[in-house]
């Protein structure tokens, strides 16, 4: 949903934009942080960034994007990892450069026991999920879903190569098939065949079998990013990848 | 002339911003939260790193100490609580300066406030979570006049410098001033530095209402902020 | 203890087997440089290059002091680099990497030790004063290939800088204000600039202009630094594998249409910044004679 409230840090968010709740609850997002202090009957939920104020009516929840933050893990979030190097029973993983490593439990992969766990080097890729991320504690990531016990396309990324876009592009490309004014995945995929993880932290794995196809893939994700292409240029493009792969 | 403000210049830092006032323009970039050493870790709060660069050669103890003072408003700003045992490191680069030469004293407090405005704007760019917004203005005292935003000229010969910081409720963040001058020169100083920097974040509308609104400058603030919003957003209209 | 992370196994094989087939990530030649723009600040010794994303901006500056003791008659030169937080996270304050070592080092070699200053030009009174002229790089934006972004920035700056003109009569020597009196241009003998040259795969696949990934991956690299005469100023081989000596005279070779090419940029780029001045200057000419009344008159350019 979309509104037109700008606001800044520290500006009470305005009471005709906080969306009505039956059972009278709020769900906060990022960057929003509600001050208990406040009188009672006001409400007073503070941005603590610029940005622009987004509400979801049926979830009630409201939040503010942040385009150039350094990526926040939290708990879901579908990340392209990095192996720095293991220990007994973990590996520690790079999400974002210069933050403290992240852990992968060297058994939290779809059936894995001691025999059958996979063995990663330091430097190996793998599609994960973030299991948690609590304030002051250290980031641990899975690669099996805990509902189905399942990889569901988590685990280990062999091949291709990733490419590094902002965090802000990588959550656009996540929204799905027509949503977030991005449609270079879907148009390129009637041409060409390629497969791609995107992970929220902006790395965004590609791997297509030949070596054209893949940098023609990573360019395109790239100079959207970098570019802020509209749909239409995202079509021209494509059109001209196409061509020259 | 009202200052301006660019955002994120830069391409490798988190956050970054571009601040140009009558006297100095400063780059200024945001990295964080990212790790901290073992010898500066806090336990309950982000550390914050100031790191001042001049323009030519490497900094001194003045660079020093307008690091502590840019560091403790920083402090003011930032809700260090969200990001315990984490650093947050700004570095402003010192990119113009004026062509004459000022005393050393009143170079330093002239410097203050677009060293301040543009570390706060790197860190909105940066989305590093902040408590409050603020501005940051120069006033001097020039053959008794009060003079907001000098220019080299009125520096030349002032009787007195101030650098003061604001918040968007009109709480003092920051006030260090040099030269000669009495308190009750010091709050009529004060007053006018409130009302600047209180323009330079009005809500449009707001300020037609405001005596004299016009006089003290657009709320450049708020446009350079709303800008860079409306421009990362751009997506949205499926344009 | 921050770094610049070592790029993950995948995007360093996958490098490596695209070079194979002479393709780079961002679809350019192997010998292609990315879009280069330069531009002068308004001070005089300002030059702002720009790489791709790489960023660098060089400063001249310039003060009176005591010259050394055994070099009476010359002035004194230093360049000064140092990698900040700004050019990239992984830049710590005050601790010096490698990259800013061998950096300072191939700009100390291609511009000081090859006479490009004339430092005996910045002599005043011999053995007494002097000028000393310090060049500062800033690394805004670090996406490889410094050497060349900056060598190519700090020979623009030096050109642009105008020093404080001077008058001496026996042993009295008069430093002119801006104001007073034009500021004069250094004494530049000679413009060298950096050619960096990446190797790959044993020296099979040479590469210009590396970004930060392909520096990352290379096995080592060739700087080449020469004048548009051809006159080389210095070669320097990093990296452990060998390179032969033919491939070493193609660099030499392929460096001279670089350097060309860097040097009629700067002289358009200096033509085109003292145009929009020399407007200024008129402009504000024009502008004091109409207020002749307050008496002073300044000549400055504005923009």
Redesign the interface.
């Known amino acids: 949903m ?1 509104s037109s409230t ?1 606001l ?4 009470t968010v305005p009471h005709s934009q906080l969306p009505e709740s039956k059972k009278g609850t709020l769900t906060l997002g990022p ?1 929003l ?1 509600h001050l208990p202090q406040a009188p009672p009957a006001s409400i007073s939920i ?1 941005p ?5 104020l987004q509400s979801d009516a049926k979830k009630i929840a409201l939040w503010l ?6 990526y ?1 893990p939290s708990v879901g979030d579908l990340v392209v990892a ?1 192996v720095h190097h293991s220990s007994t029973e973990t590996y520690h993983v ?1 999400l974002t ?4 490593y992240a852990l992968l439990g060297q058994l939290a992969f779809e059936g894995a026991n001691k025999k059958t766990r996979p063995k990663l ?1 330091a ?3 793998v599609y994960a999920r973030v299991k948690a991320a609590g ?2 504690e250290d980031v641990e990531i899975e690669c099996v879903s805990p509902n189905s016990g399942k990889a569901d396309g988590m685990g280990p ?1 062999k ?4 490419f590094n876009v902002s965090p ?1 592009f990588a959550r ?1 490309l996540m929204m799905g098939p027509g949503k ?3 449609v270079v995945l879907e148009e390129l995929g009637e041409k060409l065949k390629f497969e791609v993880a995107v992970g929220r932290n902006g790395r965004v ?1 590609v791997e297509s079998g030949s ?2 196809a ?2 023609a893939v ?2 395109l994700l790239v100079g959207c990013d970098e570019g ?1 292409w ?2 239409e240029e995202q079509r021209r493009e494509v059109r001209r990848a196409v061509r020259e792969v | 002339m009202s200052p301006s403000l660019a955002l994120h210049p830069l391409v490798r830092a988190d956050g970054s911003a571009t601040f140009t006032s009558n006297l100095y323009t400063v780059l200024a970039a945001a990295n964080g939260p990212v790790e901290v050493s073992r010898r500066d870790e806090l336990p309950e709060e982000a550390a914050i790193e100031v790191n001042i660069r001049p323009s030519s050669g490497v900094g001194g103890p003045r660079e020093r100490w307008m690091e502590s003072v840019i560091t403790s408003l920083l402090r003011s700003l930032l809700l260090v609580h969200l990001h315990p045992r984490m650093l947050v490191q700004v570095t402003l680069q010192i990119t113009a300066e004026p062509s004459i030469k000022l005393k050393r004293g009143v170079a330093d407090v002239a410097l203050l406030p677009t060293l301040a405005n543009a570390a706060f704007a790197a860190l909105v760019d940066g989305g590093l979570p902040l408590e409050r917004t603020m501005v940051a203005a120069l006033a001097v005292v020039r053959e008794g006049e009060v003079v907001v935003e000098p220019t080299e000229k009125d520096l030349v010969g002032c009787q007195s410098v101030h650098a003061m910081a604001y918040s968007m409720k009109g709480e003092m963040l920051l006030t260090e001033s040099t030269g000669r001058f009495d308190l009750e020169l010091w709050e009529d100083v004060s007053e006018r530095l409130r009302e600047t920097t209180m323009a330079a974040m009005a809500k449009a509308g707001e300020d037609e209402g405001m005596e004299g609104g016009a006089e003290k400058g657009e709320p450049w603030l708020r446009h350079a902020l709303k800008e860079n919003v409306v421009k990362a957003n751009a997506w949205r209209e499926g344009g | 203890m921050p770094s610049e992370p070592a790029p993950s196994t995948n995007e360093s094989t996958f490098l490596l087997s695209a070079l194979r087939e002479n393709i780079r990530l961002d679809g350019r030649a192997l010998d292609a440089y990315r879009p280069i723009s330069l531009t002068f600040g308004s001070e005089y010794g300002t030059a702002d290059v720009r790489l791709g994303k790489t960023r660098v901006l060089a400063k001249i500056a310039c003060e009176v002091t005591t010259p050394y003791p055994d070099r009476k008659f010359d002035g004194i030169f230093t360049i000064n680099t140092e990698l900040s937080p700004l050019g990239s996270p992984a830049f710590e304050v005050g601790r010096q990497d490698t990259t800013e070592l061998l950096l300072s080092r191939v700009l100390e070699k291609t511009i000081r030790r090859s006479g490009a200053l004339d430092t005996e030009s910045l002599c005043i009174v011999a053995g007494q004063k002097c000028f000393h002229l310090k060049a500062t790089l800033h690394v805004l934006d670090h996406d490889g290939n410094l050497v060349d972004a900056s060598c190519l920035a700090l020979v623009a700056a030096l050109l642009h800088f105008r020093r404080q003109d001077i008058e001496v009569k026996g042993e009295d020597v008069t430093i002119f204000d801006v104001r007073e009196r034009e500021p004069i241009r250094l004494t530049i003998q000679h413009r060298p600039f950096c050619v960096s040259f990446s190797y790959y795969h044993n020296g099979e696949v040479m590469v210009q202009d590396a970004t930060l990934l392909e520096e990352q991956c290379r096995q080592g690299e060739v700087v080449v630094s020469m004048n548009r005469f051809g006159e080389v100023a210095q070669i320097a081989k990093y990296g452990g594998a060998p390179v032969d000596g033919l491939s070493v005279l193609s660099c030499t070779t392929a460096a001279l249409e670089r350097v060309k090419g860097f040097d009629r940029m700067v002289t358009e780029a200096l033509k085109a910044d003292e145009a929009r001045r020399d407007e200024g200057g008129l402009m504000a000419e024009l502008s004091a004679e109409n207020e002749r009344p307050t008496g002073s008159m300044l000549v400055g350019s504005e923009n």
């Open positions: 979309a700008i800044l840090p520290g500006e960057n942080r503070l603590t960034s610029s940005g622009l994007d942040t385009p150039h933050a350094r926040a990095q790079m450069p210069q933050t403290p080097e430097g190996d890729s304030r002051g990324l091949g291709g190569t990733v802000a656009r977030g004014g991005f794995w070596v054209r893949t940098v990573g360019r802020g509209g749909v």
